[in-house]
């Protein structure tokens, strides 16, 4: 970029992008949002009952898919590297909170998960002390962790 160039304020949504910007845009009127991240692209929306066209899951719903996500592959990486007979991991997770809700409690109330409830189940020839295992690795995958820690949020320019 040259110096007589104006610096962009806002990440551009380019394909690859290396600078690990995530690329969330909405447009003049309704919720459907369209997320971009490197050469995937996706959409969040809200369910028809709040006023959105459930295009796709809520923000809440990839917040817990990443999670889920995390969980099964930090357990599949571990049972990978002891060479364990993992066949599959399934993890389901759920929550009581509604993100259209909790847009609209935003400015006055503290909004979010307080509990999630979370079942793993493991599949393929484990014995129980390594069933045991994997469920104490689901606990450690960098996901949770995040989540159980204060995230800071800069604005940048």
């Given at each position: 970029?040259?110096?007589?160039?104006?610096?962009?304020?806002?990440?551009?949504?380019?394909?690859?992008?290396?600078?690990?910007?995530?690329?969330?845009?909405?447009?003049?009127?309704?919720?459907?949002?369209?997320?971009?991240?490197?050469?995937?692209?996706f959409?969040?929306?809200?369910?028809?009952?709040?006023?959105?066209?459930?295009?796709?899951?809520?923000?809440?719903?990839?917040?817990?898919?990443?999670?889920?996500?995390?969980?099964?592959?930090?357990?599949?990486?571990?049972?990978?590297?002891?060479?364990?007979?993992l066949?599959?991991?399934?993890?389901?997770?759920?929550?009581?909170?509604?993100?259209?809700?909790?847009?609209?409690?935003?400015?006055?109330?503290?909004?979010?998960?307080?509990?999630?409830?979370?079942?793993?189940?493991?599949r393929?020839?484990?014995?129980?002390?390594?069933?045991?295992?994997?469920?104490?690795?689901?606990?450690?995958?960098?996901?949770?962790?995040?989540?159980?820690?204060?995230?800071?949020?800069?604005?940048?320019?």
């Open positions: 970029m040259s110096a007589e160039q104006p610096r962009e304020t806002t990440p551009a949504a380019t394909p690859g992008d290396a600078g690990g910007w995530i690329t969330v845009r909405t447009h003049a009127s309704g919720f459907r949002t369209e997320i971009r991240a490197g050469d995937h692209a959409v969040a929306d809200e369910p028809l009952a709040v006023g959105g066209t459930d295009a796709g899951p809520t923000p809440y719903d990839y917040l817990l898919g990443a999670l889920g996500a995390c969980t099964a592959m930090t357990v599949r990486m571990y049972a990978g590297r002891k060479g364990w007979p066949e599959e991991v399934l993890v389901e997770l759920r929550n009581a909170r509604s993100h259209a809700a909790d847009c609209e409690d935003c400015e006055t109330k503290p909004v979010g998960f307080r509990r999630l409830e979370r079942r793993i189940e493991l393929g020839p484990l014995t129980e002390e390594q069933r045991r295992r994997l469920l104490q690795v689901a606990d450690r995958c960098p996901v949770k962790q995040t989540l159980g820690h204060a995230i800071e949020i800069d604005a940048v320019a």
